[in-house]
C-alpha cells in the first residue's frame, strides 16, 4: 500500500524535513536544557519550554496537556517514548516522586514493575524509531501501535503493529493472533483504515529482562499479512 | 434479499471507514495546541496530608456543585478534582504556610495517591469532567445528606491491565464484579460514578443516569441484529 499523504505538497515538506533530523533536534534541544521527567503511573511528564515545545509536536513524542501554564507547555510520554529518550537518545532524565534522577538500571527496573510487558513493547517501539518511523499507540484500533512514516499530520499511518512472543510455551505478550479468527478479524479491520497489519515477532533468546543490557540480545521480526484475493491477481 | 452474506469469492472491497479524527491531536506545530485562560476568580484549597485531599477555604464559581465532597459543613476535593482545575486555572491549592502549590509539584503527589494506574485514571477523570460529565469517586458519597434511592449512576471501569475504559450500565458494585466475573475478566473494579450533565444536579441527592438501552431490532427474514 503507497503512502498516503495528507495533502498536496505533505510529501515534499517530509521529504525536505526528514524524521531523523528533527528527532536530531529535539535531542540536542533537551541535552542542552539539561531537561527532567517526572514519572508517574504509565506515563512520563515533561515541562517543555518554548522552543522545544515546537520540537517536540515536530518529533512526535508524547502529547500535549492543555493547561493554563504559559510558560510551558506539559507533555504526556508513554513509557516507551520516554524511555527512548533517555536510553536511546540520551537526551532526558527522569525523576519518579522527589528523588532525585533514577539510574537506568533503576528506571527499567521501575518501568518493568508498571508494566510487565515493558522490555517487549519497548523492544518493538525502538526497533522502529531508530529506523525514524513514527510510532504512536494503536489502541483505538485494537492493535499495539500504529506506524506513520512521517509526522501524523502529513500523512496517514501505514502499518497497524500486533506484538508476539516468538517463544511459545503459552508465554504470551497479550495473547493475539494465537487464532486464525484472530487473523481474519485484524486484517480485515487494518484492510477498513487502509493499513497493513505488521506483526511484530519479538524473541528474547532465553534473556530475562533484569536489565536494560538483555534489550541487545532482543531479536525483532517483522512480517505484513494482508489477504490475497486469487480473482484480483489473475491480470498482472 | 441484498446479499448480506455474499459468499467466500465476494471482491475484497476495502471500505476505507472514515479515518478517526484521533491523528488530530498530533500537532506539527506548537502554535495549534490550545490554551486555556486563568479565571479571573480562583477558588482556594488547603492540602490535607493526613486525607489524601484538600479542603477547600474558598469557593468561587459553579464549579462547586458537582465537585467535591461534603462531610461536617466543610467540602472536600480528591486529587484528580484539584489537578484538573488547576490545569484549567480555576483553582489555587495552597499548603498548610499559605504558599501556593504549583502543577508541578502536583504532579509528583499524584503518584501513589490514586494506586499504581494514577495519571491515567486521571485521564479518564479528565477527559470525562471536560466532557461536561459529573465524575465522582465510585463508592465515595457526594453528601451524608444523600437520600437513599433506588436510583443508580453508572459506573465506568478502568482495567488494570491496561487503562481501557469500559462503561456499563447498571447496579452496584457486587452486580457489576459479578457481571465482569460471567465475562471472565478479573481484577477489575470500578473507579468512578459517571452522571450526565445537569444544571440542577444536588449532592444530597445525585440521581441517576438515562442509559441508552440495548435496541434489539428485527430485519427482514427473522434476523436479528443489536444495535
Same mark, same amino acid.
Given at each position: 500500500?503507497?503512502?498516503?499523504?495528507?495533502?498536496?505538497? *505533505?510529501?515534499?515538506?517530509?521529504?525536505? %524535513?526528514p524524521?531523523?533530523?528533527?528527532?536530531? #533536534?529535539?535531542?540536542?534541544?533537551? /541535552? #542542552?536544557?539539561?531537561?527532567?521527567g517526572?514519572?508517574?503511573?504509565?506515563?512520563?511528564?515533561?515541562?517543555? &519550554?518554548?522552543?522545544?515545545?515546537?520540537?517536540?509536536?515536530?518529533?512526535?513524542?508524547?502529547?500535549?496537556?492543555?493547561?493554563?501554564?504559559?510558560?510551558?507547555?506539559?507533555?504526556q510520554?508513554?513509557l516507551? &517514548? *520516554?524511555?527512548?529518550?533517555?536510553?536511546?537518545?540520551?537526551?532526558?532524565?527522569?525523576?519518579?516522586?522527589?528523588?532525585?534522577?533514577k539510574?537506568?538500571?533503576?528506571?527499567?527496573?521501575?518501568?518493568?514493575?508498571?508494566k510487565?510487558?515493558?522490555? %517487549?513493547?519497548?523492544?518493538?517501539?525502538?526497533?522502529?524509531r531508530?529506523?525514524?518511523?513514527?510510532v504512536?499507540?494503536?489502541?483505538?484500533?485494537?492493535?499495539d501501535?500504529?506506524?506513520?512514516?512521517?509526522?501524523?499530520?502529513?500523512?496517514?499511518?501505514?502499518?497497524a *503493529?500486533?506484538?508476539?512472543?516468538? &517463544?511459545?510455551?503459552?508465554? %504470551?505478550?497479550?495473547?493475539?493472533?494465537?487464532?486464525? =479468527?484472530?487473523?481474519?478479524?485484524? /486484517?480485515?479491520?487494518?484492510?477498513?483504515?487502509?493499513?497493513?497489519l505488521l506483526?511484530?515477532?519479538?524473541?528474547?533468546?532465553?534473556?530475562?529482562?533484569? =536489565?536494560?543490557?538483555?534489550?541487545?540480545?532482543? /531479536?525483532? &521480526?517483522?512480517? /505484513?499479512?494482508?489477504?490475497?484475493?486469487?480473482?484480483?491477481?489473475?491480470?498482472? | 434479499?441484498e446479499?448480506?452474506?455474499?459468499?467466500?469469492?465476494?471482491?475484497?472491497?476495502?471500505?476505507?471507514?472514515?479515518?478517526?479524527?484521533?491523528?488530530?491531536?498530533?500537532?506539527?506545530?506548537?502554535?495549534s495546541?490550545?490554551?486555556?485562560?486563568?479565571?479571573?476568580?480562583?477558588?482556594?484549597?488547603?492540602?490535607?496530608?493526613?486525607?489524601?485531599?484538600?479542603e477547600?477555604?474558598?469557593?468561587?464559581?459553579?464549579?462547586?456543585?458537582?465537585?467535591?465532597?461534603?462531610?461536617?459543613?466543610?467540602?472536600?476535593?480528591?486529587?484528580?478534582?484539584?489537578?484538573?482545575?488547576?490545569?484549567?486555572?480555576?483553582?489555587?491549592?495552597?499548603?498548610?504556610?499559605?504558599?501556593?502549590?504549583c502543577?508541578?509539584?502536583?504532579?509528583?503527589?499524584?503518584?501513589?495517591?490514586?494506586?499504581?494506574y494514577?495519571?491515567?485514571?486521571?485521564?479518564?477523570?479528565?477527559?470525562?469532567?471536560?466532557?461536561?460529565?459529573?465524575?465522582?469517586?465510585?463508592?465515595?458519597?457526594?453528601?451524608?445528606?444523600?437520600?437513599?434511592?433506588?436510583?443508580?449512576?453508572?459506573?465506568?471501569?478502568?482495567?488494570?491491565?491496561?487503562?481501557?475504559?469500559?462503561?456499563?450500565?447498571?447496579?452496584?458494585?457486587?452486580?457489576?464484579?459479578?457481571?465482569?466475573?460471567?465475562?471472565?475478566?478479573?481484577?477489575?473494579?470500578?473507579?468512578?460514578?459517571?452522571?450526565?450533565?445537569?444544571?440542577?444536579?444536588?449532592?444530597?441527592?445525585?440521581?441517576?443516569?438515562?442509559?441508552?438501552?440495548?435496541?434489539l431490532?428485527?430485519?427482514?427474514?427473522?434476523?436479528?441484529?443489536?444495535?
Open positions: 500500500m503507497a503512502p498516503r499523504w495528507k495533502g498536496k505538497g *505533505a510529501e515534499a515538506k517530509a521529504l525536505a %524535513d524524521m531523523s533530523k528533527i528527532v536530531a #533536534q529535539l535531542q540536542s534541544s533537551l /541535552t #542542552q536544557t539539561s531537561a527532567s517526572i514519572l508517574s503511573g504509565c506515563s512520563v511528564l515533561i515541562a517543555a &519550554e518554548a522552543e522545544q515545545t515546537d520540537r517536540f509536536s515536530r518529533a512526535c513524542f508524547g502529547r500535549p496537556i492543555v493547561t493554563v501554564d504559559k510558560d510551558k507547555q506539559w507533555f510520554l508513554s516507551e &517514548e *520516554a524511555f527512548f529518550l533517555r536510553y536511546y537518545l540520551k537526551c532526558l532524565k527522569i525523576e519518579v516522586g522527589d528523588i532525585s534522577p539510574s537506568d538500571e533503576e528506571l527499567w527496573h521501575c518501568m518493568i514493575t508498571r510487565e510487558t515493558f522490555s %517487549d513493547s519497548y523492544k518493538a517501539y525502538s526497533h522502529l531508530i529506523k525514524n518511523w513514527v504512536k499507540s494503536g489502541s483505538q484500533y485494537g492493535v501501535f500504529v506506524v506513520y512514516r512521517h509526522h501524523p499530520s502529513l500523512v496517514h499511518s501505514e502499518y *503493529a500486533v506484538l508476539v512472543l516468538s &517463544e511459545g510455551n503459552g508465554n %504470551d505478550l497479550n495473547g493475539r493472533l494465537r487464532v486464525w =479468527s484472530d487473523f481474519h478479524c485484524t /486484517t480485515r479491520l487494518c484492510g477498513s483504515v487502509a493499513k497493513t506483526v511484530l515477532y519479538i524473541n528474547r533468546n532465553g534473556n530475562f529482562n533484569v =536489565s536494560p543490557l538483555c534489550l541487545e540480545k532482543y /531479536t525483532v &521480526e517483522e512480517c /505484513t499479512v494482508s489477504r490475497w484475493s486469487p480473482e484480483q491477481c489473475r491480470e498482472e | 434479499m446479499g448480506i452474506f455474499r459468499g467466500g469469492s465476494e471482491s475484497d472491497d476495502e471500505i476505507f471507514l472514515q479515518q478517526a479524527n484521533d491523528e488530530d491531536e498530533y500537532h506539527y506545530s506548537s502554535s495546541i490550545s490554551k486555556l485562560q486563568f479565571r479571573k476568580e480562583l477558588s482556594r484549597a488547603r492540602w490535607v496530608d493526613g486525607m489524601g485531599m484538600a477547600v477555604i474558598e469557593k468561587k464559581g459553579q464549579i462547586w456543585v458537582t465537585t467535591g465532597i461534603v462531610r461536617n459543613g466543610k467540602t472536600y476535593c480528591s486529587i484528580e478534582e484539584i489537578l484538573f482545575f488547576m490545569e484549567v486555572g480555576a483553582l489555587c491549592l495552597v499548603d498548610d504556610n499559605d504558599t501556593c502549590i502543577l508541578e509539584d502536583i504532579y509528583k503527589k499524584i503518584e501513589g495517591k490514586m494506586g499504581a494514577c495519571l491515567e485514571l486521571f485521564d479518564v477523570y479528565r477527559h470525562l469532567k471536560s466532557l461536561g460529565y459529573i465524575v465522582g469517586r465510585h463508592g465515595t458519597a457526594w453528601s451524608l445528606k444523600a437520600v437513599k434511592s433506588t436510583c443508580r449512576p453508572v459506573s465506568l471501569q478502568v482495567s488494570e491491565e491496561s487503562s481501557e475504559v469500559m462503561t456499563l450500565g447498571s447496579a452496584d458494585k457486587l452486580s457489576i464484579i459479578e457481571l465482569f466475573g460471567t465475562m471472565q475478566i478479573n481484577d477489575m473494579m470500578p473507579v468512578f460514578d459517571v452522571y450526565l450533565p445537569n444544571s440542577r444536579f444536588r449532592k444530597s441527592s445525585p440521581g441517576t443516569v438515562h442509559l441508552p438501552k440495548p435496541k431490532k428485527s430485519l427482514r427474514d427473522d434476523v436479528v441484529a443489536f444495535l
